[in-house]
């Protein structure tokens, strides 16, 4: 029986595909496993959202935490631990950065390390390397980041070669044509949902995230904003001898978190949540959505 690994990110589009999962599991018997990596950075809804899913779709999901060694050479490890255990007191981000350093958007080593390698050693481990599909909750609407991922991927008529842990990575776009806007709508007609607007979404902090998003979660949430400064300012955190820039300066256009924050001190929480909404932000990645997904294989001896 083929095994299938779903990755659950704690967003929206990614339980919709645990839904759909769940489904086929009960009508065909497949063997599902769904999967949470937490990085200890999420908004407190975003757990409270992650329990509903459990709680409402009754399924078992194997929560995971990154180990990181701090002997250089060795990569990072997992431990399975119980939903409870995953809450916003950036213990994992704290202790890559510990080892690594902040990461930065040219350098963005945190999900790698809390994420992808985590949740391929874990499936490696217990299905054995190959032996089973991992599924990420990419749209049809999201196809440069999936080219990106996986450039081989059939779907796209690519016919590079690659290793078993690429040529089994799926995607939601693969078996549903829902968009991001239809995945919204879904989600209304259900008797649960995230309550957190898009600039909270994945890691409050995210370097992925452009600096308008930054600064409006930081005027929504100036107590989460002030526990990660003193994260990343703390002694503890590797400093890189080949970086000059401090490890502050983790944003794009060589910003800090605070300089983010102090730059849009003078506009309003009003004037700064409607230019996010019409205009988003040029400084943006393709997304902020940081899944457990294909890592480089240098990686897991770091």
């Not at 990154?66 to 002997?71: A, F, K, R």
């Not at 078993?164 to 949902?193: C, G, H, M, P």
Request: some cysteine; charged content about 30%.
């Amino acid at each position: 029986m083929e095994n299938h690994v779903v990755n659950f990110s704690g967003g929206r589009t990614s339980a919709y595909m645990v839904w759909l999962f769940e489904q086929r599991r009960k009508r065909e018997n497949i063997n599902v496993e769904y999967i949470y990596c937490d990085t200890g950075a999420e908004h407190p809804n975003t757990y409270k959202f992650i329990k509903d899913v459990v709680e409402n779709f009754g399924i078992k999901l194997t929560c995971l935490r990154t180990i990181i060694n701090m002997e250089f050479g060795v990569g990072p490890g997992y431990r399975v631990v119980e939903i409870d255990d995953c809450k916003q007191d950036l213990e994992p981000f704290m202790d890559v950065c510990r080892k690594h350093g902040t990461p930065t958007v040219a350098a963005p080593l945190c999900s790698d390390r809390m994420k992808g390698i985590p949740a391929d050693k874990y499936c490696n481990d217990k299905y054995g390397r190959g032996n089973y599909y991992r599924w990420l909750g990419m749209r049809v609407d999201e196809q440069s980041r999936i080219k990106t991922t996986e450039s081989q991927l059939d779907m796209f008529e690519k016919t590079k070669p690659a290793d078993n842990r690429i040529k089994t990575t799926r995607y939601l776009a693969q078996i549903s044509d829902i968009t991001k806007s239809e995945v919204l709508d879904w989600w209304e007609d259900q008797e649960f949902n995230l309550d957190l607007p898009e600039h909270l979404g994945n890691c409050v902090f995210c370097i992925k995230k452009g600096s308008n998003k930054i600064a409006l979660a930081a005027k929504d949430e100036p107590d989460m904003a002030a526990q990660f400064m003193d994260m990343i300012a703390s002694d503890a955190v590797h400093k890189k001898p080949s970086r000059d820039l401090p490890p502050e300066i983790m944003y794009r256009g060589s910003h800090s978190l605070k300089s983010i924050i102090d730059s849009y001190e003078n506009i309003s929480r009003e004037d700064l949540s409607r230019q996010v909404l019409l205009g988003g932000s040029r400084e943006s990645l393709c997304s902020e959505s940081c899944e457990a997904g294909v890592v480089d294989p240098d990686l897991f001896n770091q």
